[in-house]
């Protein structure tokens, strides 16, 4: 449809058309086409609900359809709803969870995992996915890092804008079958609340919004998002929901962001509670006046916005400015020509869990797995030579998704013991349980009671799970969070293991010392206890419906770990929150505990991470050159190259992530320690060695100085290549000041 049309079409709508399209519904308020309980409890009525403008989480294309249908009918100028949901790591092929994701430092691989979540999602009929979410994410006590990239801005913008582009397509053509609209989220400063409390106040300086928080969702907007979504929480002390400043000044005018703002669920009518609205009249108009296009979920919008542009305490332009955007992108859609656009049950049956997307998930499943530790080369394990136990709550537990993943189905997941057992069967494998994968008794979500099964005798499985340890030559220990520890509400101050897998560790450890851990978690966890016992720790997050045989080919060594941490694992919970690319301080630590009290440290623990960011190890060995610079001056219109060269010494083949990360010596505000700022994946036979080479420019240099002026200074810089944040061979270049 022509704009011109879309602009005849705004100005032949009533209000009451106006702003239903402002409101986002919930699926469950249909029923067969009737309105159910909630709607009738909220005060809705047919009337209103006629003109709703989008539609949040049906499953299915048929009832998509159906309700797409009915709606058009009803409307009195047939405009189609959108249809929205959580998309955050697949549809119904689940990949790993997006901290996994990051892992593999693969841009590329996240994006193409993105387009297959937008082709499934987009047969079931929907069109829009609450992803990504580019929360720049240090505390680990946070539920919702799973569906981050973790600590560092650089990696979280380059995965973000990867994942716009899968959703979206290259040429973000929406109309194109199999493009699903990405929604941003959330903006902004979301993953950095107080105590790591989901929903907290967030405490941010300018300074450190704009050159932390920002840059990744801007990564995200310039790759073409459709739309932003609010953050629940507070920023300068001002919900987002109603900060006008963050939406209008720095959303809209600086970032450059056209598309449609959505609320989070019921951010709006949440400005009451927040304490910045009286009434929902209030917080109507402070989220309208804000920006917000859409509220998600409550009847704030439509039972007020008419009102109160009779009674003139709202311009009825900015509802105008509102539907526009979302009539826009309706349009861009293509659903004003096919207001079901690509829903189809016989391409759901086609695509849905295929055989394809299923390799693709076993893939990046294999590539986000993070080898923390490997005493004695213990992995990869011998099938042919050796017999292994796999005990723990993991070894076979259908719940390895994300807890965000709502259209995924548990059955369709392959457990650690169907992989091990289908893709080696010859292979002297035993399996048992051991313990509960939660503390008998205790509450997952604050509602779910998970005692132990009547027939799983807490006893009797220990006992077996040691019996089996003790006859065998190697011990694999399948531990980690129940998966609803970790996502949206579930904030932890304790995030170590549940006491009675730490016990079947132990107890495990103390008859036979041959040891491995693999960890299925949705965060970084405290596992001190576990690094200083076992002999091999592999960190398999929450790696989705092709977990188990991923597992199994790394296990046995038909495929290598190549992962890397994408945020830093603390020793302990006191650390936190805590990062890579933190600023020195006047008196930083220099190593001797004895004789230098008085620097930033602490008296019980190191300062650094047990893992830092940027972390992985393989089955083999490489080893790095010095460090080559071209030039140690670097002109602002030109570059330098520097360069390592990198040798697998190990006796089999191995990806490495070599790493560029940059200091900032002397400037006119405290600089981190370090910068990433480049990475490169070199796969290498034994004894193959390759030159990798990174080019430096003065863009690379840029911050916000003290005046809040985005530029580089002239100065002296470090520059490190390495396999992680703390390591690496280092060099020292000069930026000269720019002749003009």
């Known amino acids: 449809m022509e704009q011109q049309k879309l602009m005849s079409l705004l100005s032949d709508m009533s209000l009451d058309e106006k702003t239903g399209e402002l409101f986002q519904i919930p699926s469950y308020f249909f029923n067969n086409d009737m309105v159910t309980g909630p709607a009738v409890e909220m005060g809705i009525t047919p009337e209103e609900l006629r003109v709703c403008g989008s539609c949040l989480s049906v499953i299915g294309a048929r009832k998509l359809r159906d309700i797409q249908k009915a709606h058009i009918q009803r409307h009195p100028h047939h405009i189609p709803m959108l249809f929205m949901a959580d998309i955050i790591n697949g549809y119904r092929t689940v990949f790993p969870i997006p901290l996994a994701q990051s892992c593999t430092f693969d841009p590329a691989l996240a994006e193409k995992c993105a387009s297959i979540a937008a082709s499934e999602a987009a047969a079931a009929g929907l069109h829009v996915t609450f992803s990504p979410m580019a929360d720049l994410v240090r505390d680990a006590r946070w539920g919702r890092v799973m569906e981050s990239a973790g600590e560092d801005p650089y990696l979280s913008g380059l995965m973000a804008a990867a994942m716009v582009r899968g959703y979206q397509g290259e040429d973000n053509d929406l109309s194109k079958k199999g493009a699903l609209a990405a929604c941003l989220k959330h903006f902004a400063g979301y993953g950095a609340p107080e105590g790591g409390r989901d929903y907290n106040t967030v405490e941010l300086s300018e300074r450190t919004l704009t050159e932390d928080y920002l840059p990744a969702y801007q990564k995200a907007i310039d790759a073409g998002c459709a739309l932003v979504m609010t953050s629940f929480n507070t920023l300068n002390r001002i919900p987002s929901t109603a900060n006008r400043h963050l939406m209008r000044e720095i959303l809209r005018d600086k970032m450059l962001f056209d598309g449609v ?54 311009d009825e332009r900015l509802i105008d400015e509102a539907v526009l955007r979302i009539l826009t992108l309706k349009n861009r859609l293509g659903l004003f020509e096919n207001p079901y656009k690509d829903g189809s049950e016989e391409d759901e049956n086609k695509l849905l869990l295929c055989t394809a997307h299923r390799q693709q998930a076993r893939d990046c499943a294999e590539k986000s797995f993070v080898l923390l530790k490997n005493e004695d080369g213990f992995l990869p394990l011998n099938r042919e030579k050796e017999s292994v136990a796999f005990i723990g709550p993991f070894a076979d537990n259908l719940l390895l998704s994300g807890s965000w993943s709502f259209f995924g189905d548990d059955k369709d997941c392959v457990t650690l013991k169907e992989g091990v057992t289908r893709s080696y069967p010859e292979a002297a494998a035993f399996f048992a349980q051991g313990c509960p994968t939660v503390n008998p008794g205790t509450e997952v979500l604050g509602f779910q009671k998970v005692p132990p099964k009547e027939d799983f005798d807490l006893q009797d499985a220990l006992d077996t799970a040691i019996q089996l340890a003790r006859k065998a030559d190697r011990v694999i220990l399948a531990l980690g969070e129940h998966r609803d520890y970790s996502g949206e509400g579930a904030s932890r101050t304790h995030i170590t293991l549940p006491s009675c897998q730490l016990e079947l560790f132990h107890k495990i450890c103390e008859v036979n010392p041959n040891v491995g851990v693999i960890l299925f978690n949705g965060r970084p966890l405290d596992i001190c206890e576990i690094a200083q016992r076992a002999k091999a720790i592999l960190e398999a997050w929450l790696p989705g419906v092709e977990g188990g045989n991923a597992l199994a080919r790394v296990l046995y060594g038909d495929a290598s770990p190549s992962g890397r941490l994408s945020m830093s694992f603390p020793r302990c919970v006191g650390q936190v929150p805590i990062y890579y690319n933190h600023m020195s301080t006047g008196r930083p630590f220099s190593g001797d505990y004895r004789t230098t009290r008085y620097n930033s440290k602490y008296l019980d623990a190191p300062n650094e991470p047990l893992y830092p960011f940027g972390y992985g190890l393989t089955y083999t060995d490489f080893a790095y050159s010095k460090l080559c610079l071209d030039s140690d001056v670097l002109h602002p219109d030109d570059g330098i190259c520097a360069s390592v060269e990198v040798t697998n010494t190990g006796t089999r083949p191995g990806t490495e992530t070599v790493q560029l990360y940059l200091h900032d010596v002397s400037a006119s505000v405290t600089r981190p320690v370090r910068e990433l700022k480049g990475f490169c994946k070199v796969s290498l036979k034994p004894g193959e060695s390759r030159r990798v080479s990174f080019r430096i420019t003065e863009e690379m240099l840029r911050f916000y100085d003290i005046h809040m002026n985005y530029v580089s200074e002239p100065g002296q810089f470090e520059v490190f290549i390495g396999p992680d944040s703390a390591s690496g061979s280092k060099g020292v270049f000069t930026l000269v000041q720019s002749d003009t």
């Open 261 to 314: 703002l959505i609320s989070d669920w019921c951010a709006v009518s949440e400005l009451i509670p927040h304490g910045i609205a009286a009434d929902e009249k209030e917080a109507a108009a402070l989220a309208l006046n804000a920006g917000v296009d859409i509220d998600m979920a409550s009847p704030v919008y439509l039972k007020n916005l008419k009102g109160m542009v009779k009674q003139k305490l709202i």
